[in-house]
């Protein structure tokens, strides 16, 4: 049986699916506090185990999308610091530039930083698009494992 509050719940899990994706709030920790809150209000031990391979699968989704990117990045030439300097360089233009101005930042941020090292605008945008490309793997590994928990919250909707 659905109740109320439920549609309150997958009103937030759709919140945190979208912030998996445009990533400008928690995704995953958002869904994983809606799956919580479920599991509060419904209780029980399906509940329960239902929030705990969520935590599971969110909390292994966040340090994957870590370790995917780091890799991808490894095996370019983009060095730490000019990703740090487009994150916050994003950080800076989404304030302003509301919701533009967090991509263009970083976009730019790793852009000039590669070519103040590279000296060259093709080796910088190469190096651009790299750091896009790890930052889409993260999108997606995120992305993914909020699914998963949503997958898993609608078994626990079904079985309780």
């Given at each position: 049986m659905i109740f109320p509050q439920?549609?309150?719940?997958?009103l937030a899990i759709?919140?945190?699916?979208?912030?998996?994706?445009?990533q400008i709030i928690p995704g995953?920790?958002?869904v994983l506090g809606a799956i919580l809150m479920w599991a509060i209000l419904t209780g029980g031990a399906a509940a329960w185990w239902i929030f705990a391979a969520a935590a599971v699968v969110t909390i292994g989704g966040i340090g994957l999308k870590f370790l995917?990117?780091?890799r991808h990045l490894q095996r370019s030439?983009?060095?730490?610091?000019?990703?740090?300097?487009?994150?916050?360089?994003g950080a800076v233009g989404f304030f302003v530039i509301p919701v533009l101005g967090l991509p263009l930042g970083?976009?730019?941020g790793v852009f000039v930083c590669e070519y103040i090292r590279e000296q060259q605008l093709d080796a910088a945008w190469r190096s651009t698009v790299v750091a896009l490309?790890?930052?889409?793997?993260?999108i997606l590994v995120e992305l993914c494992a909020a699914l998963v928990a949503t997958a898993l919250w609608i078994v626990g909707l079904i079985i309780t």
């Amino acid at each position: 049986m659905i109740f109320p509050q439920d549609l309150f719940i997958a009103l937030a899990i759709l919140v945190g699916l979208i912030g998996a994706i445009i990533q400008i709030i928690p995704g995953g920790f958002i869904v994983l506090g809606a799956i919580l809150m479920w599991a509060i209000l419904t209780g029980g031990a399906a509940a329960w185990w239902i929030f705990a391979a969520a935590a599971v699968v969110t909390i292994g989704g966040i340090g994957l999308k870590f370790l995917v990117a780091g890799r991808h990045l490894q095996r370019s030439t983009v060095r730490n610091s000019s990703i740090l300097i487009g994150l916050v360089a994003g950080a800076v233009g989404f304030f302003v530039i509301p919701v533009l101005g967090l991509p263009l930042g970083f976009i730019g941020g790793v852009f000039v930083c590669e070519y103040i090292r590279e000296q060259q605008l093709d080796a910088a945008w190469r190096s651009t698009v790299v750091a896009l490309k790890a930052t889409g793997l993260t999108i997606l590994v995120e992305l993914c494992a909020a699914l998963v928990a949503t997958a898993l919250w609608i078994v626990g909707l079904i079985i309780t």
